[in-house]
């Protein structure tokens, strides 16, 4: 197998072998330098059956890479290779997984972490917790589980929740509801409760969904007053250090919250997630919410799959099965219950029922398929003309792209674009969005934007004569705590009463607040993302756009994140060979979390 490394790779191969004995750094190189290359890839560790009895072609040497027991022999008989609990630069477990030492450290302390929250039961006042359900999660169909009111016996009953489930299924409502059956259930205590999400924009977006949902929730108005509106991002709500990985919340300097919610929980890679959890009180409540079958993080991690147990069902005991058919005369669907799986029993909800879409809906049924990894039913379903809000279209030759996609950018961006203020530009922005697999080549990001704006030139709606001309839309792609942008942020460049180009954004109050572009952070051009950058939002119409050549970003997840950005349609242009193994194809990255929460094998 040929290889090429990166420089990091190779440096850091270079510097492990410089401390090694000699008669290990043969094999040690091309480990080490894999095992750099897999983490830069998203992996937490690299599995040492993957790559045992194998020959390697790595930037030009040739490497042999014993059979496994020879290789365990080898790296354990090394001074930098430890066990688990050793304080070493890597460390080989019993399953044979190593790691980077910083690694192996966040996954053992995540999983503590969790494992210890879902252990402990709360007591509950069972008469406040029926008030509650009655209210806020009504009987709506006495023969249906309701999911929702699972969900909430199960955060209110354990320190540790994941509520998961796709667009439309209610993770906000619910969770709104939740925190206000908490502050029911414990009225004499002043409860602080912090809402978080990774990026600037899913922060947004939450606010929003908690300021309407609040209007109309079925609580006393003391406790609507209680339930906080504020959400944070991740980040900004740890403390960044300039200059440093480190927060300023910490395991030396607890958060003061007595219940965290994480939104989009799937975008959270586990040294952040690992940070974050080491940083809560003992007797601190964490919910996370989050679709699991999105793509995982862009760095290191797949936490929230491997939390939930990479699909596995949800594990109720039948303690908890009882408690809920008595406090709601309801009984959970049979066959999800099961005493001889305690570790994370009644900790993890899967909603089920989508309130946005019919389940005959075309995005509903589109979204099934890829979930089950059909592709050819996915595609029967994108040729069928009875769903009109769900289109196939093959992808055509570079030179053909722009004819193919014109049509849809003129009547996606025309509104936005003819806006008279910046603030109705903005309420008009995630009418339509283009998203691509990718961020290079002639069906990437960067070409399909320089495309979008030749259409929207040649019709006259924008004038990009200047790089700050009115309308250009830009994503923030780093962090700015002095300007308060961040990393997903999106705004619209206007002129402000003087002529000048300021960078428009949202504020937190439904007005606009105004950015010098000479001060705009590290920046890109967005009428089209990436699939990866759109987690979080949501348009009311998806161009997505796939290459015309198979490529390893290309999967399961990838799809089913970028088509269910939609509100109402999506088209999809690529090939339908690839389109179908994309499908089969579900991203797996190598962890030991799933492991250590399941007690898988051990």
């Not at 290359?37 to 045992?52: E, R, S």
């Not at 994941?162 to 299924?169: D, K």
């Not at 959270?268 to 080491?278: F, I």
């Not at 019709?459 to 300007?483: A, C, E, F, M, Q």
Request: hydrophobic share 40%; proline share 4%; charged share 25%.
């Amino acid at each position: 197998m040929k290889i090429e490394f990166r420089t990091i790779d190779c440096k850091f191969a270079d510097f492990i072998c410089r401390k090694a004995a000699a008669g290990t750094a043969v094999v040690l190189w091309p480990v080490t330098a894999l095992l750099s290359m897999t983490v830069g890839q998203g992996n937490i560790c690299l599995v040492l059956a993957d790559i045992a009895g194998s020959d390697y072609s790595i930037n030009g040497s040739e490497f042999s890479i014993p059979e496994e027991d020879k290789l365990v022999s080898v790296l354990s008989s090394s001074h930098l290779v430890g066990k688990p609990g050793d304080f070493f630069p890597l460390i080989l477990d019993e399953n044979g997984r190593i790691y980077l030492h910083r690694y192996w450290h966040y996954e053992q302390d995540l999983a503590r972490i969790i494992l210890r929250m879902a252990s402990f039961t709360e007591s509950l006042s069972e008469e406040r917790l029926r008030s509650s359900l009655e209210r806020l999660f009504p009987v709506k169909d006495k023969g249906e589980t309701d999911w929702q009111s699972v969900a909430a016996i199960a955060a209110l009953r354990k320190r540790f929740c994941l509520i998961s489930g796709g667009p439309g299924t209610g993770k906000t409502a619910t969770v709104i509801r939740i925190i206000a059956m908490l502050l029911e259930q414990y009225p004499e205590k002043k409860l602080r409760v912090a809402l978080a999400a990774p990026t600037g924009k899913a922060a947004a977006r939450l606010k929003e969904s908690i300021l309407r949902i609040k209007e109309t929730l079925e609580s006393p108005d003391d406790i609507r007053q209680r339930i906080p509106s504020d959400v944070s991002t991740i980040h900004r709500l740890l403390g960044t250090i300039p200059g440093s990985v480190r927060f300023s919340y910490c395991a030396e300097n607890r958060m003061p919250f007595d219940l965290l919610v994480i939104d989009e929980a799937s975008m959270v890679d586990l040294p952040l997630m690992s940070k974050l959890l080491t940083s809560l009180k003992n007797d601190a409540r964490l919910i996370l919410l989050g679709d699991r079958e999105q793509l995982a993080s862009v760095e290191a991690g797949a936490v929230l799959g491997d939390i939930s147990g990479n699909g596995r069902p949800e594990i109720f005991s039948s303690e908890f099965c009882k408690l809920f058919a008595k406090l709601t005369g309801r009984t959970i669907s049979s066959g999800c219950f099961d005493e001889k799986e305690p570790r994370l029993a009644d900790t993890m909800v899967l909603l089920k029922r989508n309130y946005r879409f019919k389940s005959e809906s075309g995005i509903a049924l589109l979204a099934s398929a890829i979930n089950k990894g059909d592709g050819h039913k996915a595609m029967e379903l994108l040729d069928d003309e009875s769903l009109p809000l769900i289109r196939w279209h093959s992808v055509p030759s570079p030179e053909q792209l722009k004819s193919l996609i014109k049509g849809q950018v003129l009547n996606g961006y025309r509104y936005c674009l003819e806006a008279e203020t910046a603030l109705e530009a903005l309420s008009r922005f995630d009418s339509f969005r283009l998203l691509s697999a990718l961020r290079e080549g002639p069906f990437g990001v960067a070409e399909v934007n320089c495309l979008i704006e030749e259409i929207l030139s040649e019709h006259g709606l924008i004038n990009p004569t200047s790089r700050w001309y009115k309308g250009r839309p830009v994503i923030v792609t780093t962090n700015d705590y002095n300007l308060k942008l961040f990393n997903g942020d999106i705004g619209l460049i206007f002129t402000d009463e003087n002529g000048r180009p300021k960078a428009c954004f949202p504020d937190s109050a439904g007005g606009v607040r105004s950015v010098s572009v000479f001060r705009l952070p590290e920046h890109e051009t967005v009428f089209a993302m990436t699939v990866h950058k759109s987690q979080g939002s949501e348009f009311d119409n998806v161009l997505m756009v796939l290459p015309d050549h198979a490529a390893s970003l290309l999967s399961k997840e990838l799809i089913y994140t970028g088509i269910t950005r939609a509100r109402k349609s999506v088209s999809i242009i690529g090939n339908r060979e690839l389109f179908i193994a994309a499908v089969s194809r579900r991203v797996e990255r190598k962890s030991g979390l799933a492991d250590a929460l399941f007690n898988i094998g051990g």
